[in-house]
């Protein structure tokens, strides 16, 4: 009996090893948030085994993942980390890391718990400012972890972050070998460094529409329109036919503009806009046929202003962003200061959401403006990008241009906006052919006239009304102009120990973009209604006059 009782206890324990440590694991992971299952979550899912572990998700599994989507793989002979993404059905692209696992370092406590029936210890660490607590096994001889952090501790169950994201093991399957269609390719691939690679998968994510690239916006005979950039008021103007393409709801849409002084030395007004064509005349009209074929605004202050308000008949330009240029940025970078480096270039990028129905599927005509008179003039950039975001309701369902008094056709014969020197200010009556709901306006407002007693450097009240009710009142000033100190080498200097570039403005300083403000007016009915918007507008003084470049779209549902 003794001899026999032996062989069956050798095969029990051979048997509960095996058990114990299976060839190949297959985990599961699920996501929660401060306790709760994160909704319509994609699980984390690794295969592993002594030589490899394989980082991927359920919805790569099944072939439901959207592009770009990525995994990754533990090589333990050599302990490299290798990503791969797929960009595209047609791109991958891969790389090797060698560093990251061996970086990393724990404090190792004494807490343990269970987790899945697996005896489970607590490591620690700090990333970026982020507490990471790591549960871990080492009842069985593979490692693998939910990231790339805790690879090499054994078996990673939880990972605990700031104790309000966690990630935790629900699954864990017991599998003969990691499956073929899941494994590292056997064949030969590519690889590039570790910044292009996170560079072409971060550009992947979203859809970015080049609209200018290293463009000339100056003043001068010699600038001519060609096949695809139009040129208008002797080249301060460019203007670009784009085809968008089809947004899904909710997405973000963001429009980015880089400048650089090509000689111009001074801050100047610029502004992207889109050109609406749903009306009878529309402002390319002005633009290849003169300003005076634009509708034209009287007020009663003896002055014509052309092509900057609504009429039956036409739309104003829909402005997408309002920047102003630094002094002199790149181009007059020579002008040494002790201890100081400047700018290189100056970046504007504004979201644009809420203006989706103006661009969605279409083929609009996009344009850049900058005033100036200098020959060399400024050289710009112009992207648009949009980003999915599924699930999301609409930032708007209209976009609807009311007034926009920047006069991009300043060298072609568009006035400034000098209409406020009137109690009749800028008036505006529009017709809704439906209802809209939760209607806001947005309005982007910058006073000028640059001078001691000009509008651009003193605080005047904006009062925006709606059918003769006030809607919103507010003093547009911006305090911060000292921030971009850097992007101005040609801005004067005072006395006082002060650059022009540093003193306060009105809503704007050299080297920024202007925030539109969104004034809510509530549910509007079909039919007609009348806005009003009055500043009070500083005296002229010899030569020198104040004006306010104001423009208003109106959105909703």
Known sequence: MKYFIVPILLIFSLATNAQK????????????????????????????????????????INKKAIFPYEASFIERRTNHYIQTAKLSPSKEIFTIDSLSLAKQTFEFLNDTKKILGYNCKKAKTIVNSNTIEIWYTNDVAIKGAPSILGQNLGLVLEVNRNNNFIITAIKIEKLKAIPENVELPKSDF????????????????FTTIKIFENEIINFSDASKSNDSILRFGNGTIILKKVKIP?????????VDLTEQSNGDAYDRTGSVFLIPMDS????????????????SYENGNGKSYLGMVRTEEFSPLIELMRFFTPFGIKQYNYLQLKDKTWEESAFYRQEISELVTALDNQEVYIGTFIGNYDKGGHKISLNLTIHAEENKTPKSTIAFPIFNSTNVMEMAGQDYATMFNNESGLEVSFTLDRDIKNARLRYITTGHG?????????????????????????????????????????????????????????????????????IDLG???????????????????????????????????
């Open 21 to 60: 440590d299976p060839k190949t694991l297959k985990i599961t992971y699920s996501k929660s948030y401060n306790g709760k299952p994160i909704e319509q979550q994609n699980p984390i899912i690794i295969f592993a085994d002594a030589n490899q572990t394989v980082l991927t998700s359920e919805e790569i």
């Open 190 to 205: 590519k690889t590039m460094d570790l910044l292009s690679y996170r560079d072409q998968l971060w550009k992947a994510r």
């Open 246 to 254: 089809k947004i899904t709801s909710g997405s973000q849409i963001y």
């Open 280 to 295: 009878k005349i529309s402002f390319l009209d002005g633009l290849q046929k003169g300003a005076k074929t634009l509708p």
């Open 450 to 518: 640059g001078w001691e007693n000009g509008d651009e450097y003193l605080q005047k009240k904006n009062t925006i009304t709606l059918n003769g009710k006030e809607a919103y009142s507010f003093v547009p000033w911006r305090t911060d102009c000292g921030s971009y100190r850097m992007y101005n080498p040609a801005s004067g200097n005072f006395t006082n120990g002060l650059s022009s570039s540093d003193y306060s403005r009105s809503n704007w300083c050299p080297g920024m973009a202007t925030n539109p403000i969104y």
């Open 523 to 557: 549910d509007l009915k079909a039919g007609k209604h009348t806005m009003f918007v009055k500043i009070p507008l500083g005296e002229v003084e010899g030569g020198s006059f104040s004006f306010w470049n104001v423009s208003g779209v109106l959105i909703g549902e």
